[in-house]
Each structure stands twice: as structure tokens, then as C-alpha cells.
């Protein structure tokens, strides 16, 4: 395989919170490959962004998400619009590029007016996509959102504007750059038709995925079923949800794992006996020995799921999950519940998922298809 020269990257991500990012496992990649990485993202990111062996950028204030405003970004509409549509971002990223002059800019999908920067910069821009067209390509969900705001600032950068109706804004910005590099198996991101700048890459783990076991109460040969509890790494109001699974889970013959994420601090739940609950375990150190992950339905969990071959239930929260966990269930690899159900509903469904043949076979393919 051809070794491409050293080359100069600028990544631009944002988080609400902290979570999955394949920014940063992107990034790792290429600093591993002898490329130099700035990475512009918020000051939450900072020490994730450095030991990727990337350089860090500071956000300008104005972008930065403040949790004394809402804990959830579905509490802050308005800094949703600001970064997806605004011009903060792509003011941060026309001085950043000034400063830096990289080959390349790759910019996350959602951040719609940045995407838009890069294009009038004269940079070849890849847009990195991690969530599903069934969602950000849902004119049900997305219609002509964001074309007012982004034709706006397309006109001011000297840009033709985008015509209305066809796609979604999101659609129409991805089909514009040089590459979408979308980090998912295409099996799971339906598409009509071939696009020539379209790369199906995969998951991009920030973790390594190979990490040692690590320590619980149960021994490595016990052949009690052990299932996986992970919801949002991001705070989505999700204490009522996990509570309800923890309490579907408690009396039946397996052993139950349950990660709260940096988000959510474990005192905030009352855990039943028998749940080990952690704030953060590696899925690389845990997954292989797992019967089942019950899950939230986000892009990151499921992807984890399935790079180890292991079926889901999926209880979405909101997003783009409702459809993830839809599209899950279409392959056979997951059961999907609705974002209410009960804990009657839920164990049902573990019960129904941890006898399916039909499920780990699904997973085992999806695994395969993720490694290739």
C-alpha cells in the first residue's frame, strides 16, 4: 500500500458533552500514520484531542457549550442553531486555516455554515459523517431547515447558494465536498443510488479496541450471561430511562454491567443489588465477553456492539437514535423498543434477545462487515 507523504490536517468537531467521537479517532489515525493533526474543538475535548497525539484549538468563547444554560443540548435550541448554522464557527476556522495553511480540512457533517467555510477557503474540505441518512437526510425531520441561515452566509462568502427542496441542507453541503467519510458500515447507512465521493470507512474508535480485561465481580469462565447497560455518554435526561432498565434487568439469572458516561454521575441512580455500575468502562475491555449490550441506540454503542459481534436491545432516547435502532432491527441484529417502554417491556425483550439464535448470527455479520 502507498504511504501518503506527511500532510497537514485541520479537524473541526464539537461536543455538547463528552461521548464517542470519531473525530478524535480519526485523528489518531492520521498522527499514527506520520501526519500533523490541529484539531478546532470545544475546551472539554482539550485532553482527549492531546493524547491522540493531536494539537489542540481553542473553540472561540461564543461557540463553547455552557451547562449552567441547560444540561442536555436539547435544553439550548439556540446554541444548537448557533453551531450548526452560525457564524462563530466558521469566522474560527477561516483564522485557523490562515494561521495553520492545512492541506486538507476535515470538518464534522452537522456543522453546516463551517462546511461552508472550508468550501469558500480553497481547501479541499471531507466532510465527516457519523450519523445515518435515514436521519440527517430526513426532510420529515430536517425539511428546509438551516437553508435561510446558510444561503445568508454563502452569499457573504461569495458562494452560490443552495437550492431548496430537493435534500436536506446537510445533504446538499455533504454532496459539495471533495470526500464523505462516513463512519459507519454501509450496511447500516441506507442510500439511494451510488455517490462518487462517498467512502464507507467504518467505526473510527477513539479508544483502542483491543484493551485488556479489566476487573469485575464476575470470573472471566462464569457462564452466566453477562449484559451491558450503556445509555447517551452525552446527558440526554436519561435517569428515568436507565432506572427503568436497571429494574428490568434485577431479577433475572445474569449479570448486569451499567455505565453512566462522564455525563451522569452514578449517585444520581438507585441501583438495584446485583447491577455492577461504573461510570466509564472500555468497550474493547468488556464486549468480548458480553451476551447483549441494552443501549440508548447512539451511533458509538451500537457500532461497539456490533465490532464485537454482540446483539442489542435498543431503548432510544431521541436524536438520530430512533432511527439507528430502527435500522438495527432491520438487519436482525437488535430488538428496538419505543423511548417509553416499561420495565415488563424491556426484560421481554432481554429475555427474547439473549435466546436468538437469529440475533448473534445477524451481529456476527455485522462484525464481519465492520472489519473488512
Not at 22 to 38: D, Q
Not at 224 to 252: C, K, N, W
Not at 295 to 318: I, N
Not at 325 to 340: K, Y
Request: with cysteine; proline share 7%; glycine share 6%.
Amino acid at each position: 500500500m502507498a504511504v501518503l507523504a506527511p500532510r497537514r490536517f485541520l479537524i473541526v468537531t464539537w461536543q455538547a458533552g463528552g461521548g464517542v467521537h470519531p473525530a478524535l479517532g480519526l485523528g489518531k489515525r492520521l498522527v499514527r500514520r506520520g501526519h500533523e493533526v490541529r484539531v478546532l474543538a470545544p475546551r472539554i475535548l482539550r485532553q482527549r484531542v492531546e493524547a491522540a497525539g493531536c494539537t489542540w484549538r481553542a473553540f472561540p468563547d461564543a461557540a463553547e457549550f455552557d451547562p449552567a444554560a441547560g444540561r442536555a443540548a436539547e435544553d439550548q435550541r439556540e446554541y444548537i442553531a448557533k453551531t450548526f448554522f452560525g457564524r462563530e464557527l466558521p469566522d474560527a476556522l477561516a483564522d485557523e486555516v490562515e494561521a495553520s495553511r492545512p492541506d486538507v480540512l476535515i470538518v464534522d457533517a452537522l456543522l453546516a455554515s463551517t462546511v461552508c467555510s472550508g468550501e469558500a477557503l480553497a481547501v479541499p474540505v471531507v466532510a465527516l459523517v457519523h450519523t445515518i441518512r435515514a436521519f440527517h437526510g430526513d426532510l420529515d425531520i430536517f425539511g428546509a431547515r438551516g437553508f435561510d441561515e446558510i444561503n445568508t452566509i454563502r452569499a457573504t462568502l461569495g458562494l452560490e447558494p443552495i437550492p431548496v427542496g430537493r435534500d436536506t441542507v446537510f445533504v446538499e453541503l455533504q454532496r459539495r465536498c471533495e470526500l464523505e467519510l462516513v463512519a459507519l458500515p454501509a450496511e447500516l447507512d441506507l442510500r439511494r443510488g451510488a455517490q462518487q465521493n462517498v467512502v464507507h470507512v467504518g467505526p473510527l474508535f477513539e479508544e483502542d479496541t483491543d484493551g485488556s480485561p479489566i476487573d469485575l465481580p464476575w470470573s472471566v469462565d462464569d457462564p452466566t450471561p453477562l449484559v451491558v447497560v450503556g445509555l447517551s455518554s452525552q446527558y440526554m435526561h436519561q435517569e428515568a430511562l436507565f432506572a427503568r432498565i436497571l429494574t428490568a434487568l434485577a431479577d433475572l439469572p445474569v449479570h448486569v454491567l451499567a455505565t453512566t458516561g462522564p455525563e451522569l454521575d452514578p449517585d444520581e441512580l438507585r441501583v438495584p443489588a446485583r447491577v455492577e455500575l461504573r461510570r466509564y468502562v472500555p468497550h474493547g475491555a468488556v464486549l468480548p465477553r458480553a451476551a447483549l449490550m441494552v443501549t440508548h441506540a447512539g451511533t458509538g454503542s451500537l457500532m461497539a456492539a456490533f465490532a464485537h459481534g454482540v446483539p442489542c436491545v435498543c431503548v432510544p432516547l431521541g436524536r438520530d437514535q430512533p432511527r439507528n435502532a430502527a435500522r438495527a432491527a432491520e438487519l436482525g441484529a437488535a430488538l428496538a423498543l419505543p423511548s417509553h417502554a416499561e420495565p415488563d417491556a424491556i426484560r421481554a425483550a432481554v429475555v427474547q434477545a439473549l435466546e436468538s439464535q437469529t440475533l448473534r448470527r445477524e451481529a456476527t455479520r455485522l462484525r464481519d462487515a465492520i472489519a473488512a
